[in-house]
């Protein structure tokens, strides 16, 4: 059993007396901060990246003009939404239990979680521009966002995945 002070806390949060079990469920269940952070961070930045990356093909690529702050009006209107994308995937993401290790189902599987979730995190997008009333946002964009976050995505996951990359998203006791 744990401490008093420990014990009459949890007992007042969950109600009733307390089994061992659930305490060992309670230490253990922020085992893995670290690596949900290390996931969080790195779908965050790759998401973040595929945005940009799919505004870029769509306004800077084709430009005649070479001046940075030509293309800050336009950057500007998407940064916002583009943001919103990566910031609702995460949500979506941590929903769907992305991040809860150790997660290892089949590679196919976890591509099809990456993929709803992409799909999710668009549609609410889409929806929220449409209901925002906003006309200057590039369809182009979105869609280029979301096809490049699902690629970057999954082979981030295909990454992982790799034997010399276990280290990485596994924790263990090493006492």
């Given at each position: 059993?744990a401490?008093?002070?420990?014990?009459?806390?949890?007992?007042?949060e969950?109600?009733?007396t307390v089994?061992p079990a659930?305490?060992?469920?309670l230490?253990?269940?922020d085992?893995?901060?670290?690596?949900?952070?290390?996931?969080?961070?790195?779908d965050f930045?790759?998401?973040?990246f595929?945005?940009?990356?799919?505004?870029?093909f769509?306004?800077?690529?084709?430009?005649?003009?070479?001046v940075v702050g030509?293309?800050?009006?336009?950057?500007?209107?998407?940064a916002?939404?583009?943001?919103?994308?990566?910031?609702l995937y995460?949500l979506?993401?941590?929903?769907k239990k992305l991040?809860?290790?150790p997660?290892r189902?089949?590679f196919?599987?976890?591509?099809?979680?990456v993929?709803?979730v992409?799909?999710s995190?668009t549609?609410v997008?889409?929806a929220f521009?449409?209901?925002s009333?906003?006309?200057?946002?590039?369809?182009?964009?979105?869609?280029?966002?979301l096809?490049l976050?699902?690629?970057?995505l999954?082979?981030?996951r295909?990454?992982?995945r790799?034997?010399?990359v276990?280290?990485?998203?596994?924790t263990?006791?090493?006492?």
């Amino acid at each position: 059993m744990a401490t008093p002070v420990i014990d009459s806390r949890i007992r007042s949060e969950i109600g009733g007396t307390v089994s061992p079990a659930i305490l060992q469920r309670l230490s253990g269940s922020d085992s893995h901060r670290f690596t949900r952070n290390f996931l969080l961070a790195a779908d965050f930045g790759l998401v973040w990246f595929a945005s940009f990356v799919a505004w870029w093909f769509r306004f800077a690529l084709d430009s005649q003009s070479l001046v940075v702050g030509d293309y800050w009006p336009a950057y500007s209107r998407h940064a916002a939404f583009l943001y919103l994308y990566s910031v609702l995937y995460l949500l979506f993401a941590y929903g769907k239990k992305l991040y809860i290790p150790p997660r290892r189902p089949k590679f196919v599987q976890e591509a099809l979680d990456v993929l709803k979730v992409s799909l999710s995190a668009t549609v609410v997008l889409t929806a929220f521009i449409y209901g925002s009333g906003n006309k200057t946002i590039s369809r182009e964009v979105i869609g280029g966002t979301l096809a490049l976050s699902v690629v970057f995505l999954i082979a981030w996951r295909a990454f992982l995945r790799f034997p010399g990359v276990d280290g990485l998203t596994e924790t263990r006791n090493v006492l």
